[in-house]
């Protein structure tokens, strides 16, 4: 008889009952919406990323389905940092394992932002240094190292919480950029954000997108993330999360094999709705029990030995 | 489930070309097209339209007609409604979908309740289900007389089976005041056995509290800003709910559990809250 396997995870002091969570800027800002993931299983949350100012984002259509994924490009919209602490304020967060995911555009807006959200309930940060199609922010802060470095120092000064940098593939060196982060005091990275991409349609020739170009997402990335997890948790000693393209139990695996303790889980929510979260822990669960795991903890990194 | 197969068909905008249009009062008009997609979807279902170089916005799909397979009906209240308002037949549209709950049908005698554009959901609904009702009473409302829709139409469909009420709001013509101040007249006064409504979230509102504190069923379709259609942008959010997917048509149950912000706030395109009036 196998007991059940223990999915509990902790990251950097981030503790969550089970290694899936819901991937930023998927699902908004509403704080009842999130609490909806946290039942349906997911084992955190991270919302869409705050800014200082409110941010209308583009002008729709702003996401488009491709043979393998979608392009998006929302835009960063985002009622800004005081109208969410008010959202913050409207609900008991306190039970609630949810990070809030920044950006900005220089080391005094992620100064204001942290400092404005450390008061509160929310138990970590993760720093969006890869949106790729807003310009100013993300990926072209994300993309140089001593950016990445600055911010993270500025952020981890102002906050004792766990800070996470995501990052993006769209950069020329990413285990540079990592390393950048884990220098300037990251608890851990996520990878990875969206891929520059672009869909016109054929009958009037015109882009789709109102911005023309955005992020792919959805198994057409998996690949391509898992060999960012899988580079960069051997070249840094911080925990990485996966993230891209996960859609199946057997993604999850695959990435925390690669180096994952954590995953998270965007895209397939527009295939499966929030049951996804339900059918991984359960094909993950199985998987451990057949493998004969006693904690999910056992299987990350395992593919590195070879 | 995904699996990638090369030949699955792809969930983004097909082009179509405008059939006809018709003005149904001097502010609205209904758009006819055809797509098959669009002519197989249920009552209260809704499709997102992209309007090349303007913008893609959520409408909902009215009435079938031999001038296309699918209408669309259309109020211009911003730059998205007023491009649509003002296409003509053999332009190009892009249309996604349809999403989102449908109306769910029931036997027995039943209320329905329009305000403004809201018929266009409402008119399908009518069409569609006409055989499962017993009897049926239609309230169209709208400001003045010239601005009311659809009565022909419902006239048409009901064929005897019930009776249409006008309300409007300047006493223009039926009577004077909100659709909603004589639903909560007959609900408190008939038994039936459905509500159903759409328009101005203040209306469906009112008629959500007396439907509650009489006791009966009612189904009302909502309307928030929407990015996606398909459940992961967010931007529908009505408290734990989603518009496009567990709406835009919601229970009595799910209204219940979204009471505190029906009517008070929407969110606008940012995800700010904005009081509604
Ligand atoms: C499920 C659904 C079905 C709909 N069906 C129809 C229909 O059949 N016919 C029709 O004419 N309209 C319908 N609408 C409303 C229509 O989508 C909006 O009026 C439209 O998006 C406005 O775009 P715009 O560019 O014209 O104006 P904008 O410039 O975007 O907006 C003009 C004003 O309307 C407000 N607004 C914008 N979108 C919405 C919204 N979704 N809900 C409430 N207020 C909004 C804005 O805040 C602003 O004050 C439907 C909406 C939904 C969600
Ligand atoms: C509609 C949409 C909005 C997104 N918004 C954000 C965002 O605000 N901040 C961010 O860091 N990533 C954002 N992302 C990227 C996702 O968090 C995730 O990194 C990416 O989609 C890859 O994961 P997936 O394939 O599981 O979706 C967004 C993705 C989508 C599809
Ligand atoms: S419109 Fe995107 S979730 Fe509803």
Redesign the pocket.
């Known amino acids: 008889m196998s007991s059940i396997p223990d999915l509990s995870v902790e990251i950097s002091g981030f503790k969550m009952k089970n290694p899936t969570m819901l ?4 699902l908004g800002v509403s704080i009842p919406l999130l609490r909806r993931v946290l039942e349906a299983g997911a084992g955190g949350v ?1 919302t ?2 705050i800014g200082v100012g409110q941010r209308k984002g583009y002008e729709t259509p ?2 488009v389905e491709v043979s393998c ?2 392009v ?1 490009a ?1 835009g ?1 919209s985002n009622p800004g940092i005081d109208e969410f602490l008010e959202e913050l304020q409207k609900s008991d967060i306190s039970d609630m394992p949810i990070i809030v ?1 920044i ?1 900005g555009k220089s080391e005094m807006e992620f100064f204001e932002l942290v400092s404005k959200l450390d008061k509160t309930d929310v138990k970590g940060f ?1 720093l ?1 240094l ?2 790729p199609h807003v310009s100013g922010v993300g990926a072209e802060i994300g993309s140089d190292p001593n950016m990445v470095y600055k911010i993270t120092k500025e952020v981890k000064r102002c906050s004792k919480k766990p800070i996470f940098v ?1 990052i993006s593939p769209n950069v020329t060196d990413h285990i540079e950029i990592a390393r950048a982060a884990e220098d300037g005091g990251a608890d851990g990275i996520v990878a ?3 891929l520059r991409a672009m869909v016109i349609d054929i009958e009037t020739g015109r882009p789709i997108l109102s911005n023309r170009v955005g ?1 792919l ?2 198994p057409a ?2 690949p391509v ?1 898992v060999r960012y997890v899988y580079d960069i948790s051997r070249n840094v000693k911080i925990p990485v999360i996966g ?4 859609n199946h139990w057997e993604d999850a695996i695959e990435f925390m094999l690669a180096g994952a303790s954590a995953v ?5 929510i527009a295939y499966k709705g929030l049951n996804v979260f339900n059918e991984i822990l359960y094909g993950i669960s199985e998987y451990l029990k057949r493998k004969g795991h006693h904690s999910v903890k056992e299987i990350v990194g395992l593919s590195h030995k070879f | 489930m995904f699996r990638y197969q090369a030949d699955k068909p792809i969930d983004r905008p097909r082009i179509v070309s405008v059939k006809a249009v018709e003005d149904e009062s001097p502010i609205v008009r209904t758009i006819y097209f055809d797509d098959e997609k669009c002519s197989e979807a249920l009552p209260g279902q809704f499709i997102m339209v992209w309007i090349p170089g303007v913008k893609e916005l959520p409408i909902s799909l009215s009435l079938p007609s031999k001038k296309g397979n699918s209408a669309i009906t259309v109020k211009p209240i911003g730059p998205g409604t007023n491009a649509l308002y003002n296409v003509k037949p053999g332009d190009k549209i892009g249309v996604r979908g349809p999403y989102g709950t449908p109306f769910q049908p029931t036997n027995g005698k039943v209320l329905i309740v329009g305000g403004g554009t809201g018929l266009a959901p409402l008119s399908l609904l009518c069409y569609k289900y006409i055989s499962y009702y017993t009897h049926i009473t239609v309230i169209v409302g709208a400001r003045t007389s010239n601005q009311l829709l659809f009565i022909d139409k419902f006239q048409d469909i009901l064929k005897g089976k019930g009776r249409i009420i006008v309300t409007t709001d300047d006493g223009s013509k039926g009577y004077r005041g909100f659709a909603s101040e004589v639903a909560e007249k007959l609900i408190k006064t008939e038994d039936f056995d459905m509500v159903y409504t759409c328009g101005p979230e203040l209306m469906m509102k009112a008629i959500f509290k007396a439907s509650e504190e009489r006791g009966v069923a009612i189904q009302a379709s909502l309307e928030r800003v929407m990015r ?1 259609g398909f459940g ?2 967010g931007s529908c959010c009505i408290d734990r709910y989603l518009v496009c997917k567990d709406g835009p048509v919601f229970n009595t149950h799910q209204l219940r559990i979204m009471q505190d912000e029906l009517g008070v706030y929407s969110r606008d395109y940012s995800g700010r809250r904005v009081n509604i009036h």
């Open positions: 991937a930023a800027g998927i991270v869409k990323s702003n996401i994924g979608y998006n929302v960063l995911s950006f993760e969006n890869s949106c995501k990875i954000n969206t992020g997402s959805g990335i998996k993330a993230c891209g393209g996960i998270q889980i965007g895209t397939a | 996606c992961i942008c």
